[in-house]
């Protein structure tokens, strides 16, 4: 049967007990399918009526006729003698429309002058670096990459911090690392500042928060410390085996 070719087999006892004939299939719908035939999960009723529209809609004469022979000779659809039996098969499904969703409009890089590794900053100072990144025209968009440095963020302490400079935000027109969150004073983001400034300048972080050591009371240093503890750990162990 068609179902099991679907791999909706277990529904077949349920078409069966509510004698779905070849005619009746075009009009099963999603409701007549869950409040009549009581398929209450929503992917087999999908499942089910997908299944049907490539019956119909691809002429499964083979099929259909053994769903209408299935249909005439049961018990509840016995035709008398005054009643000839006729197979009919069901008129195929209308062909809806198919809907035309927008398709997003891509705007391709423009044609721009080779933007070196080294020196950005240094380079976008200059009359060809300025036409680029002030240029409103550009798409100066801000996409997701690898992790790199930012260009305009500098910072008086770099003992551990280099990973604090870094940043996953780059802009796709300038090719450029560049933060998208404001630090410490500053009004406006790495990136919002690189697009808008005439001459670009290295912008503070501010301080990383000072360590808090935290000392406990009655606290002896010459006997508190953790080498002390160590050795008064060891020296206990080793009385401990003598003894």
């Not at 099991?4 to 007549?32: K, Q, Y």
């Not at 999960?41 to 809609?57: D, P, S």
């Not at 409009?105 to 080294?118: A, G, H, M, Q, R």
């Not at 992790?147 to 910072?155: D, E, K, L, Q």
Request: aromatic share 6%.
């Amino acid at each position: 049967m068609w179902l099991h070719r679907a791999g909706l087999g277990n529904f077949e006892e349920t078409f069966r007990e509510n004698a779905i004939s070849g005619d009746i299939l075009p009009t099963l719908t999603n409701e007549v399918l869950r409040n009549d035939m009581k398929i209450a999960a929503y992917g087999h009723r999908a499942k089910i009526l997908k299944a049907i529209r490539n019956v119909i809609g691809f002429g499964d004469d083979a099929t259909m006729s053994f769903i209408a022979h299935r249909s005439l000779t049961s018990h509840s659809n016995l035709p008398t003698a005054e009643t000839p039996i006729a197979h009919s098969i069901p008129p195929p499904l209308i062909d809806h429309p198919q809907c035309n969703h927008p398709t997003p409009t891509v705007i391709p890089l423009p044609e721009l002058p080779e933007i070196p590794k080294v020196g950005r900053r240094k380079f976008f100072n200059t009359k060809v670096g300025k036409d680029i990144r002030l240029n409103p025209s550009f798409s100066h968009v801000m996409i997701q990459e690898s992790r790199g440095s930012c260009v305009m963020c500098f910072s008086e302490s770099t003992t551990g911090r280099r990973r604090e400079l870094t940043t996953t935000r780059k802009c796709r027109t300038c090719q450029v690392h560049l933060c998208a969150k404001k630090f410490g004073g500053n009004s406006t983001s790495c990136f919002d500042a690189f697009h808008e400034m005439d001459t670009l300048e290295k912008r503070p972080r501010p301080a990383p928060r000072p360590r808090v050591t935290y000392i406990l009371p009655n606290w002896d240093p010459a006997t508190d410390s953790y080498e002390s503890l160590k050795r008064a750990v060891q020296n206990r162990q080793k009385r401990e085996q003598q003894s």
